[in-house]
């Protein structure tokens, strides 16, 4: 009787098993994007091909929703201990892909780690430590109050500290950070995440099963296997949607909107970006920039709305500042303001009636439509006596070129790491110094001090609503100053077949959350 | 070998700097720089030529920046798809130009002669890239014809004998490779992998396919015009014994030259083929690495088509002593 019990116990738990994990997992999707991961280190590089592996084979602690609020992930919970220290209570049960049991002393590795990698080390700067109370809660611990604590924890995707640690047969250290050439955590992963990774062929396909112990059973993703391959034509990239060779593209290039919204197959979707992109003008190599009438007079000129709609062909948000709509910078009260005969007086005012004659230089195979953005610029200058002698080059040859600041005019594009407006200002409008590296990217050599100290008392005032001020603040005066020209934020597209749900997983930020897709 | 060895090293500074792929924006000078220092980066072009000359001899041409891995290994990992492709497109012109050749010599006024001459100077002119496209959209994606009305019989029959369905695999070489040794996997003995191989193929095959229509047409029009025909004919052979065994082997002689250096050239046609049809060969993988500036893997993809192009001009010697008996390899006296 005891045995006939047991048994039919047993049966009952092989029967439900497959159940509780999630047993509607039986879909495939193959999906295309320009490019295929570097590598599995997330840690080797920040860019947003390894954040979207990282959201597929990892979770964070916390993640960003689509109206940019912040989602417990694998931190169940967060309460502030006072203004430098956050405590975490720690999801418990949650299995790595390796079948270790995630720790707290796992996100202390993964914090250690990420303050050792090159692209990751900038971002956690302001974190001084971090405690581990108990297996399951630790504090994070930041030299000065530091009010973006939760975007930074966005960032942390716990590792497997057990996984990635000794040593290989040849005796390396599994767990070295190598920006060349192959180290263990560059070919091997184990983190918490949906999806394993089951076979990859860089720059040819990787392929990805559904992680039979996830620990988020409430999670709706029914994808049980995904082949992702790299296309990078393209048109190809569309063909190959259209032609049902895969379920799932993005980036879509916007000359092809049109193509699939036609399609009676395919779903379309297409939301502001916050990449913002912009001109600089470098006050060092011109004189006349040096001038605020000038520099106004060129934000004047340049019809931000008609390049949105001509050039873009309205796949861009026109922009008056940096921060986009959504971020605590955002000044809903700042507009573009184009007005020909308005640049034409504040020229004659400064006493430019007569024009000048500049160089600008912008990349052809960065941004989209770059190079024509560059020149319609170029034309709507001429209206205001500005000549200018414009050069576009491949990235790979551009990005040096902005280093060495070697144009009057350069064009940029900036995503901000932090998702935060401070991040814009930091890089690209800070005063220029050597060593700290603030204001690297600011090609116009444009220096406020006081614009910089308000930036600097807003990153350590973590009363949002004052916070809030003091960014809008700055943008209007960044504004009033006219320290760049910013042209638009560049959309962003996805497409899918009809029957692959991918509204509701995509993101400004640009990470699909392929765990929770549901395709019918 | 050396030579080009040299040009590839001296162009990589015009390729801009390898370090933008590989760090992201955030990342401050300084990282940067010693980064650089650590991939000797900062050392005089002939400090690191000889570097690399050095390990070249012993055949370790580098690592790939991008892939982390030897470039020997990475092209050998990407080139049996280009040799597929090379190979299959090979197939598909030898098939086509012959037969076609021939005929068009043979009976130059006839009418089917006159429109493969005249689709062949088109085709010729036709960009690779675009007859790709093209391919796509007919075979891949399928097109409607709407331009007759619908409601008439003739009407639709023309909408529907001119509308295609699509549904040819545009991208890729599918999931059903067939492992054949180290690092060839194939696409030879699968439908599905044979179904990836035809749009490509085809539009690596249309480049060089009106080349030899029209050289073999040429070449037998002359040959036809020898006196030893005109001797055959006269003895009563038949005109079939007499083209096609007589006339084509002396046809097939300059055919096989220009052949051989054209095998060479449709490596580097796979380039745009490969482009659009994201084919994963050696033609992509190349591209991919100038926009990243991964010098090394350039370098040894230089190398490695250079190698590849003395080989084929080799290899077409030793056929044409085959074809050809009074080509005499050894240079014994006569």
Known sequence: MKKLLAAFIGTMALATAPVALSAEATKELKMAYDADPVTLDIHEQLSGGILQLSHMSFDPLVRWTQELDFEPRLAESWTRVDDKTMRFKLREGVKFHSGNELTAKDVKFTYDRLKESQDFKAIFKPFSGINIIDDYTFELVTSEPFPLLLNTATYIFPLDSEFYSGETEDGKMKGAILKHGNSFASDNLSGTGPYRVTSRQQGVRMEFERFANYWDEESPGNVKKIVLTPIKENNTRVSALLSGGVDFIAPVPPTDLDRIKRDKNSDLVTMSGTRIIMFHMNQDRVEAFKNPKVRQAVAYAINQEGIAAKIMKGFATPAAQLSPAGYQGYNESLKPRYDVKKAQELMKEAGYEDGFTITMMAPNNRYVNDDKIAQAAAAMLARINIKVDLKTLPKAQYWPEFDNRSGDMMLIGWHADTEDSANFYEFLTFCTEAGSGAGQYNAGNYCNPEIDALVAKANVETDIEKRTAMLQEVEQRLYDDAAFVPLHWQDLAWASKKNVKIEPILNVMNFPYLGDLIVE | ?334
């Open chain 2, 1 to 334: 070998m050396f030579v080009i060895s040299v040009i590839a090293f001296a162009i990589q500074d015009g390729l801009g700097d390898p370090l933008q792929e590989m760090v992201g924006m955030s990342v401050s000078m300084e990282e940067r720089e010693a980064l650089r220092e650590e991939l000797g980066l900062n050392d005089p072009m002939v400090v690191q030529y000889l570097r690399f000359a050095g390990k070249a001899i012993q055949g370790d041409l580098g690592n790939s920046y991008f892939y982390g891995k030897p470039t020997l290994t990475v092209i050998a990992e990407h080139l049996p798809a280009t040799l597929e492709l090379v190979i299959g497109a090979s197939l598909i012109i030898m098939l086509l130009s012959v037969p076609i050749g021939v005929y068009a010599a043979i009976r130059p006024q006839a009418w089917l002669a006159k429109f493969f001459m005249g689709v062949s100077t088109v085709g010729i002119s036709i960009p690779v890239f675009l007859t790709a496209i093209v391919l796509i959209q007919i075979y891949s994606i399928g097109i409607t014809v709407e331009w007759f009305p619908a409601d008439t019989g003739w009407g639709q029959w023309l909408n529907g004998a001119l509308s295609t369905e699509g549904g040819m695999p545009s991208y890729g070489r599918g999931d059903d490779l067939t492992h054949l040794f180290g690092t060839w996997y194939s696409g030879f003995f699968t439908e599905l992998g044979l179904m990836h191989l035809v749009l490509p193929c085809v539009s690596l095959a249309s480049i060089m396919l009106p080349l030899f229509i029209r050289l073999i047409r040429a070449e037998m029009m002359e040959v036809l015009q020898s006196d030893y025909i005109r001797y055959a004919r006269a003895k009563g052979l038949s005109s079939a014994r007499i083209n096609f065994l007589h006339a084509l082997k002396n046809t097939m002689l300059p055919v096989i030259t220009v052949g051989g250096v054209q095998v060479g050239v449709m490596v580097a046609y796979t380039i745009l083929t490969e482009t659009v049809f994201q084919w994963p060969g050696v033609g992509l993988m190349f591209l991919e690495a100038i926009t990243r500036s991964d010098i090394p893997l350039i370098v040894a993809y230089l190398m490695v088509v250079g190698l590849i192009f003395v080989i084929t001009n080799t290899l077409v010697d030793l056929v044409y002593g085959l074809v050809n008996p009074t080509v005499k390899l050894t240079g014994k006296k006569a």
